[in-house]
């Protein structure tokens, strides 16, 4: 039987035998955490999703194998730091491992495309290469929302995190959004070709318009960094490169306003 009670106006308990779940709740940010060995072994093999373990490094060998089979057999980003950072993160027992439950259940992008093409819809995908501002997540994930993209790919490590701030900047998008995170995006691409999907990227670098891409057809958008824009390795996989025409001398649009330009060119196409 679950048991709830308020310690205080900014934290609450949920317990039951072997686990804890502290809500911790700030201005502006709410983390959900696990800590202890048995809970979050319990939690991974129960079904929960994590958005990330932190384990200590130097840690007793044979936990330490276990935790690492677990987070990679279930996808889950690992961190392995000083023992010292562990403490900061929580003042207590930690047993030299913390877990941080995901808001939103991330799914396999093997298992999605199939769904999609049984649907009879054409599929649009949005590929986040280095997206790591939460603000900019959301955005990205609200314009994806209203127009229809069928999912959100992202890497293990090197994205934002689906915390509070990137759901409220989503105007709550992202709880209704299909999120795919994948160990790979390279890989992650190659199976998206596979079953008949363009890829494509802007690139400041190609003269070909954005007008001219076809994106009525099966289609698979990379989004890359606001600093740094596709990852080299990535552009190479792509499969047409295009320009969003301006006038202005700024370099280039904000990465989420640009996804939200080229999302509607896609609408456009697709009437």
Do not use: W
């Amino acid at each position: 039987m679950l048991l709830e009670r308020k310690i205080n106006a900014n934290c609450i308990i949920i317990s039951y035998p072997l686990i804890l779940v502290y809500y911790f709740m700030k201005k502006s940010s709410k983390k959900t955490m696990i800590v202890g060995r048995h809970p979050i072994v319990d939690a991974i093999n129960n079904g929960n999703t994590f958005d990330k373990l932190i384990l200590q490094k130097g840690i007793e060998r044979e936990f330490d194998k276990e935790i690492k089979a677990l987070s990679k057999s279930h996808d889950i980003p690992l961190q392995i730091v000083p023992r010292e950072k562990l403490n900061r993160i929580y003042n207590g027992q930690h047993q030299g491992v913390i877990g941080f439950l995901s808001l939103v259940n991330y799914l396999r992008l093997d298992d999605v495309l199939p769904f999609i093409y049984e649907k009879s819809e054409t599929p649009l995908l949005l590929i986040l290469d280095g997206i790591t501002d939460v603000r900019n997540f959301g955005s990205i994930a609200r314009s994806a929302e209203c127009c229809g993209v069928h999912a959100i790919i992202i890497p293990q490590k090197g994205s934002a995190q689906i915390n509070p701030e990137a759901i409220k900047a989503s105007a709550g998008a992202l709880t209704k959004m299909t999120i795919c995170r994948e160990p790979s995006l390279s890989k992650a691409i190659d199976t998206i070709k596979l079953n008949g999907i363009s890829v494509f990227a802007s690139n400041l670098d190609t003269e070909t318009v954005m007008y001219d891409a076809d994106f009525a057809g099966p289609t698979a958008l990379v989004i890359g960094s606001e600093g740094d824009g596709v990852s080299s390795n990535i552009l190479k996989k792509v499969d047409q490169h295009f320009i969003i025409p301006q006038k202005g001398t700024t370099d280039s649009f904000n990465v989420s306003v640009a996804t939200g330009i080229m999302l509607y060119e896609v609408l456009r196409q697709r009437k």
